[in-house]
C-alpha cells in the first residue's frame, strides 16, 4: 500500500514540476518577444463595468493607451460590440530593442440585460475609460403601477 502511495507522490511532483516549468516558459516568451498573453488577446479585453441606473445602462471599459480614433463600438438591440487596436508608438526608421506593448488588435461583444436606444447612445473617453451612456427605450423602462 505504501508503494502505491509514493507512485502517486511522485506521478504528481512530476506534474507539479512540468506545470511549474511551462509557466516558466511563457513568461520567458513573454519577456522575449514582448507579448502579453495576458493582455489583450484575452477573450475578456478590456475589463469592464455594467451598471443598471433604472432609465439606462452603462459600461465603462479600461482602454489605457488607446485613443478614441482607435476605438469601434456598435450596438443594436440589446447587442454591444467594442473592437480597437493598439498601434505601434515606434518612431519609423528605428529598430527595437524592446517590445513590451506590442501592435494588437481586440474584439469584445455582449449581449446587454435589455434593448437600449441606439439613437440616444453617449460616449466618452476619459484618461484611457471609455464610457457608454445607453438609454433604454420607453418599452423598456420600468413603470410604476398605482394600486388601488
Same mark, same amino acid.
Given at each position: 500500500?505504501?508503494?502505491?502511495?509514493?507512485? $502517486? #507522490?511522485? /506521478? $504528481?511532483?512530476? @506534474?507539479?514540476?512540468?506545470? =511549474?516549468? @511551462?509557466?516558466?516558459?511563457?513568461? #520567458?516568451?513573454?519577456? /522575449? *518577444?514582448?507579448?502579453? !498573453?495576458?493582455?489583450?488577446?484575452?477573450?475578456?479585453?478590456?475589463?469592464? =463595468?455594467? *451598471?443598471? $441606473?433604472?432609465?439606462?445602462?452603462?459600461?465603462?471599459?479600461? +482602454?489605457?493607451?488607446?485613443?478614441?480614433?482607435? !476605438?469601434? +463600438?456598435?450596438?443594436?438591440?440589446?447587442?454591444?460590440?467594442?473592437?480597437?487596436?493598439?498601434? %505601434?508608438? &515606434?518612431?519609423?526608421? *528605428?529598430? &527595437?530593442?524592446?517590445?513590451?506593448?506590442?501592435? &494588437?488588435? $481586440?474584439?469584445? %461583444?455582449?449581449? /446587454?440585460?435589455?434593448?437600449?436606444?441606439?439613437?440616444? +447612445?453617449?460616449?466618452?473617453?476619459?484618461?484611457? @475609460?471609455?464610457?457608454?451612456?445607453?438609454?433604454?427605450?420607453?418599452? &423598456?423602462?420600468?413603470?410604476?403601477?398605482?394600486?388601488?
Amino acid at each position: 500500500m505504501r508503494t502505491r502511495i509514493s507512485e $502517486f #507522490d511522485r /506521478l $504528481f511532483g512530476s @506534474m507539479d514540476l512540468l506545470r =511549474n516549468r @511551462m509557466n516558466r516558459l511563457f513568461a #520567458d516568451f513573454d519577456r /522575449l *518577444y514582448g507579448g502579453d !498573453l495576458q493582455g489583450m488577446w484575452r477573450e475578456d479585453y478590456p475589463p469592464t =463595468n455594467l *451598471y443598471d $441606473f433604472g432609465d439606462r445602462l452603462e459600461i465603462r471599459a479600461m +482602454v489605457p493607451g488607446l485613443n478614441r480614433e482607435d !476605438l469601434n +463600438v456598435k450596438i443594436q438591440g440589446n447587442y454591444l460590440e467594442i473592437n480597437g487596436t493598439r498601434k %505601434s508608438d &515606434a518612431p519609423e526608421g *528605428y529598430e &527595437a530593442h524592446r517590445v513590451e506593448r506590442p501592435t &494588437a488588435t $481586440f474584439s469584445r %461583444s455582449f449581449t /446587454l440585460p435589455c434593448d437600449v436606444d441606439a439613437d440616444r +447612445v453617449e460616449a466618452h473617453m476619459k484618461n484611457g @475609460m471609455l464610457t457608454l451612456i445607453m438609454p433604454k427605450p420607453e418599452a &423598456a423602462k420600468p413603470k410604476q403601477i398605482a394600486i388601488s
